[in-house]
């Protein structure tokens, strides 16, 4: 099987480490990520022109199309079962007007992140094991959210990136995640717990400033912080939502997000987004049957 | 008895019986359960990129098939569910997988 991912463009810049790098602490990780590359130049604006609100939806796709991968992307997404549109959809013009702005910002998003880590093989961490996951949890996010009356685009991206950190320590700082990857299979524990042993914070921290420095919405970044925590953020719908679909999504098995075990479930988020075990229970077969549809997402 | 489960559309054979709603990203019902699949509901569903429905079936498994399938489901769970036995909620939600891919109606 040849992996490829419709969301993303064609790597621009490639992940690489610096191997000669002190290890990372608390202390230097603010400065590391500000070092780190930013996303694509036109991602980058596109996302800007749509914030601003402002920019007519012809310019913003005249600005996409300067980005032929990111254009063919995005063209091969919203004619995938994943969007459901009954045509097909041959223009950008076309694609934009179907999707939305805020359809298309959430695209751009996920397509700008995923193409900056294409697949392949950090040492011990398969990346399209670990987008299996991430799409997994954006489908759930996406599938509770309509239970609980929440936009389901902004759930799906929040799912889609809530683990980011990881693939950013895994792809930058692979000496330190080696250390965190023994840790996790010597003491037989998630992957955050090791990240706490080894490095004295964890993935959502690094996620969260990654994101912060790509200027994500809050609630994405958010819901990064604290998909683990969502008790410290009650007013946050999108982080408890985050925390459910990854549990949900690890009880369905569906990819590999680091290590094979499912944390506790926090009944209260659950109870803050009204959603009840019959609703779980409901939402089991639509998660799978969505996924199936998302796949396409991650390979060809 | 009937069970439930999902299968691979390229392995569905025309005849068989949905046993879930297949539905496509908005949520909207493309087939309802109980429905029968022909090879053109087949190959629509194939155009429109579902991977897999969920087929009721007679029980195809012998008494022993499906004790060794129970046994696999449950120690699968048991594996990843390991450091969160004694977390109630967490025993509600074992239980509530264990039963969707048995494929019982709770």
């Not at chain 1, 990064?224 to 410290?232: A, E, F, G």
């Not at chain 2, 053109?40 to 098939?65: C, D, F, H, M």
């Not at chain 2, 129970?70 to 594996?79: C, D, K, N, S």
């Not at chain 2, 450091?83 to 074992?94: A, G, I, N, T, Y």
Request: aromatic letters at 6%; a neutral charge.
């Amino acid at each position: 099987m040849t992996t490829d991912f419709a969301f993303s463009p064609q790597a621009e810049s490639g992940t690489t480490a610096n191997p000669k790098r002190s290890p990372l602490t608390r202390a230097t990780l603010e400065k590391e990520i500000q070092q780190l590359p930013a996303l694509s130049v036109i991602v980058t604006e596109v996302l800007t022109m749509i914030d601003r609100g402002d920019v007519e939806l012809v310019v913003i796709m005249q600005k996409i199309g300067q980005d032929q991968a990111l254009a063919a992307r995005i063209l091969r997404v919203v004619n995938s079962p994943f969007y459901g549109f009954s045509r097909h959809i041959g223009s950008l013009k076309d694609a934009g007007m179907m999707l939305g702005v805020h359809t298309l910002y959430n695209i751009v998003m996920a397509a700008g992140i995923m193409g900056h880590f294409p697949p392949g093989e950090d040492q011990g961490f398969d990346r399209l094991s670990f987008w299996q996951h991430a799409i997994g949890t954006g489908v759930a996010a996406k599938v509770l959210a309509g239970h609980c009356g929440l936009h389901q685009e902004t759930a799906f991206t929040a799912g889609l990136l809530h683990d980011i950190g990881k693939l950013v320590m895994a792809a930058y700082f692979p000496a330190d995640f080696d250390r965190v990857l023994a840790a996790r299979n010597a003491q037989d524990c998630l992957l955050k717990d090791a990240e706490q042993l080894v490095l004295g914070f964890d993935h959502t921290l690094v996620g969260a400033k990654v994101a912060q420095k790509w200027k994500l919405p809050v609630a994405i970044i958010e819901a990064i912080r604290h998909h683990h925590t969502p008790d410290l953020v009650t007013d946050r719908p999108y982080t408890a939502l985050v925390h459910v679909a990854d549990i949900l999504c690890r009880g369905l098995e569906i990819g590999h997000g680091g290590d094979m075990l499912i944390p506790a479930l926090d009944v209260a988020a659950m109870q803050r987004l009204g959603l009840g075990w019959e609703v779980l229970r409901a939402a089991l077969s639509e998660i799978e049957a969505l996924n199936a549809s998302a796949n396409l997402m991650a390979e060809q | 008895m009937k069970t439930i489960c999902q299968q691979p559309l390229d392995r569905v054979q025309p005849g068989e019986t949905l046993g879930r709603d297949v539905l496509d990203a908005q949520g909207n019902r493309l087939l309802a359960a109980g429905a029968e699949l022909s090879t053109k509901t087949l190959a629509q569903l194939q155009r429109r990129g579902i991977k897999s429905v969920a087929l009721s079936q007679e029980n195809p498994l012998s008494v022993e098939q499906q004790e060794t399938w129970r046994r696999t489901v449950e120690q699968q769970l048991a594996l990843r569910f390991r450091k969160v036995q004694d977390h109630p909620p967490m025993q509600q939600l074992q239980v509530l997988l264990r039963d969707y891919r048995l494929g019982k109606t709770i």
